[in-house]
């Protein structure tokens, strides 16, 4: 809003001539100014550095939108082993900011990670990032070694007594190494199942010691706010949503791409302003305003500011600030069949809510594809979804049934429209091919009543999605 | 009555035809004692002692990849968290994580073979089966099918064909929507893609060329109007990439 009404240029932060050619070299990215934040932080101490991470009111960019000066805040206090954590495992769909800033100007969260590193007392630092990432991957290991050489990673970091490690670890293609304990299971080499919380990862988290996980984005985004300062950040934005923000729009608009605005500012300038909205002639039918694991929201809720408690009021949330598009002319059983699909692929299988309610929404979303669905089904997988949320170690569960269940509700009319309309056409083909058939005399049985037989939507085990190296590979 | 063995022959027989073509809907099998997966109420075999870590003595291990993994080990407090990247570089080796493979890392990381497996066996980038050594995956989820991803695998599965050299797989979101319909070809992203592109797309992977240059997502400047203050040309550490 802020920025429309100057007229003037929305504030950048992160994307700040990310495209200048070396800004992947710590000789372009030190010329603009880069390890400056880190200087003045370190002429600070730990308790004023978090004092400006508080004030900035910047809530955390992975999804949950905790704030972060109150998460550092949680890491007791005393000498031992420390562990700081980059969750670069940005594996929700329609989710590509970090890979832009890793890939451009990956100094920025690497000068993030020592301040955070600094107020939050620890040691040891990590980079979990998703293993399909491999040029920012190599980016970021490139901007490592020089970062190591000029001292900003090892001892005595700018004669400042600070010591920290740094470990770019790359992941191995797993959706649930994106929650914070699965990816802490995974960061200590075992399958990445969640755990039970609490203990939160900040009081036991990595090898059993405390630990602070952060966002990509949030991490980037604390050199920004130390250079500005915390008052000074947190007047851009709205109240409980300070800053700026990165949000990927993919989907049928037509510029997709990463874009940086304030928050609060309304979608409907997000979705048609910069991303072009859909093509000539078609409407929105839904979006997904935070990843597809967020509920949907149509068409009206365009206006609805794009900030953590706005979107959070409309039913919805931020999630990570992916907003994925989908036009009216996809039908809605294809958006459901995909999201539940990929869940199901993802769930790790140890809480059952999750392993059986995301097979079992599959199964009967088939179902009704199949045209052997009743009406009855809608209800029942409605809820399937609700026996979900909260049942399970951690959020994938939820993250399908939200917006499996958003879906359900708000276009039930069209769920029934193709139910019926499939279970028509069975009836239809089935009769105009009987008689085809019967004039050959080739049929005993009808073929309708052989489908019928059939277990709706039974798939082979393990040729879901052609993808034979899944990890629920086995059942 | 054929035996637990047979029974898995002909399921795996099975699975296989069901595999080529997901398209066809076939009623499920069971076996008489109901279950759809055979031998799972099989005892496991207490003949056999469970496999120990494997001796370095008589495990030969190449030195490249033992010095490789050894430079992973040494980066964490502990010695497990080197699991994935082992694995990875010993893939990069084998082509894929073979028995030996396993062994081999097993053998420099001093776990059991049976650690190993139950972490390749739970990350869509360790493969467990034997593959073509060129990895093609197509993302098709949301945002990529919505502009069409699903035809294009279609497209590229059926371009490859029984080409060996090929590993073309449907992948999960690989967070390059912006380019959607992508793909990731050995680690590198290209996109957005048509169905015209796909003979060129595999005869450059055949060629050893770089893939659909102008396509490569590392040429890809930010959407944002205002990130850029001014017009810069293509990054040079990435434009030859």
Redesign the interface.
């Known amino acids: 809003m802020a920025a429309a009404a100057t007229g003037g240029?929305?504030p950048?932060l992160l994307?700040?001539?990310?495209?200048?050619?070396?800004l992947?070299?710590l000789e372009v990215y030190e010329r603009r100014g880069g390890y400056q934040s880190l200087r003045k932080a370190l002429q600070m101490t730990p308790e004023e550095v978090l004092e400006q991470l508080k004030a900035s009111g910047i809530r955390g960019r992975g999804g949950a939108g905790f704030a972060m000066g109150t998460k550092v805040s949680f890491l007791p206090k005393g000498t031992m082993?420390k562990y700081l954590v980059c969750n670069a495992d940005?594996?929700?769909?329609?989710?590509?900011k970090?890979?832009?800033l890793m890939?451009?100007t990956p100094h920025t969260l690497i000068e993030g990670i020592i301040i955070a590193a600094h107020a939050a007392g620890t040691n040891?630092s990590f980079i979990y990032i998703?293993?399909?990432?491999?040029?920012q991957a190599d980016m970021l290991d490139a901007a490592l070694n020089e970062a190591r050489e000029a001292g900003y990673i090892g001892e005595n970091i700018l004669d400042s007594g600070l010591s920290l490690s740094l470990?770019v670890?790359?992941?191995?293609?797993?959706?649930i190494c994106g929650e914070e304990t699965g990816l802490l299971d995974?960061?200590?080499?075992?399958?990445?199942n969640p755990r039970l919380k609490p203990p939160f990862p900040a009081v036991q988290g990595l090898?059993q010691g405390p630990t602070l996980i952060n966002n990509v984005e949030t991490l980037a985004t604390v050199p920004a706010i130390v250079a500005m300062g915390g008052e000074e950040y947190a007047k851009l934005g709205v109240e409980t949503s300070t800053g700026t923000k990165l949000v990927?729009?993919?989907?049928?608009v037509q510029?997709?791409?990463?874009?940086?605005i304030e928050l609060g500012i309304p979608s409907r300038e997000i979705i048609y302003g910069?991303?072009g909205g859909p093509a000539e002639g078609r409407k929105v039918k839904c979006w997904f305003p935070g990843g597809?694991s967020s509920p949907v929201l149509k068409e009206e809720d365009l206006d609805v500011p794009y900030d953590f408690n706005s979107l959070a009021g409309a039913g919805s949330m931020l999630g990570s600030g992916?907003i994925?598009v989908?036009d009216d002319a996809?039908p809605i059983l294809?958006?459901a069949m995909?999201?539940a699909k990929?869940y199901r692929?993802?769930s790790?299988g140890k809480c059952t809510p999750c392993r059986e309610g995301t097979n079992w929404t599959v199964k009967m979303l088939e179902r009704i594809d199949l045209g052997e669905a009743t009406p009855m089904d809608l209800e029942i997988m409605a809820s399937v979804q609700e026996h979900i949320i909260g049942n399970c170690l951690c959020v994938l569960g939820d993250a399908m049934a939200m917006p499996i269940g958003s879906m359900i509700a708000k276009f039930k009319d069209e769920f029934e429209a193709h139910m019926e309309a499939a279970r028509m056409r069975n009836v239809n083909g089935a009769a105009a091919s009987d008689t085809a058939l019967a004039a050959q005399g080739a049929l005993e049985e009808p073929p309708g009543t052989l489908l019928a037989?059939?277990?709706g939507g039974?798939?082979?085990?393990?040729?879901?999605?052609?993808?034979?190296?899944?990890?629920r590979?086995?059942? | 009555m054929s035996t637990p063995e047979e029974e898995i022959v002909e399921f795996a027989e099975e699975m296989e035809v069901r595999a080529a073509d997901t398209d066809v809907r076939m009623p499920v099998t069971r076996f008489a004692h109901g279950s759809r997966v055979p031998g799972w109420d099989l005892p496991a075999d207490l003949e056999k002692d469970p496999a120990e870590i494997p001796d370095p003595a008589t495990t030969p291990v190449p030195e490249d990849l033992r010095a490789e993994i050894e430079g992973h080990l040494a980066k964490y407090p502990d010695r497990r968290s080197a699991a994935l990247p082992a694995l990875a570089a010993a893939q990069r080796v084998h082509g894929w994580c073979s028995p030996e493979a396993i062994e081999q890392v097993a053998c420099v990381m001093r776990v059991t073979p049976a650690y190993l497996d139950s972490v390749a066996t739970f990350y869509d980038m360790l493969e467990t089966n034997p593959v073509g050594r060129h990895s093609v995956y197509v993302c098709t989820n949301i945002s990529c099918s919505l502009c069409g991803a699903d035809e294009l695998y279609e497209a590229v599965r059926n371009a490859a064909g029984e080409d060996s050299d090929f590993n073309v797989r449907a992948f999960e979101c690989l967070g390059a929507c912006d380019i959607a319909p992508m793909a990731s070809v050995d680690g590198i992203y290209v996109g957005p893609l048509t169905l015209a592109d796909v003979p060129q797309l595999l005869d450059d992977i055949r060629a050893g060329r770089p893939v659909l240059p102008e396509k490569q997502l590392a040429r890809r400047l930010v959407a944002d109007p205002h990130a850029n203050s001014q017009e810069f040309p293509l990054h040079p550490a990435e434009g030859g990439s």
Request: aromatic fraction near 8%; glycine fraction near 14%; charge should be negative.
């Open positions: 240029r929305v950048i994307f700040t001539d990310i495209d200048e050619p070396g992947n070299t082993d940005e594996s929700e769909p329609g989710t590509f970090d890979r832009e890939q451009k040891r998703r293993g399909e990432y491999v040029l470990v670890h790359r992941g191995a293609g797993a959706y995974s960061l200590e080499g075992k399958r990445g090898y990927s729009v993919s989907g049928h510029r997709p791409g990463n874009y940086e910069l991303a597809s992916a994925i989908v996809t294809d958006v995909k999201t990929f692929h993802e790790c037989h059939q277990p039974e798939q082979a085990p393990g040729a879901h999605e052609g993808a034979p190296g899944t990890h590979g086995g059942i």
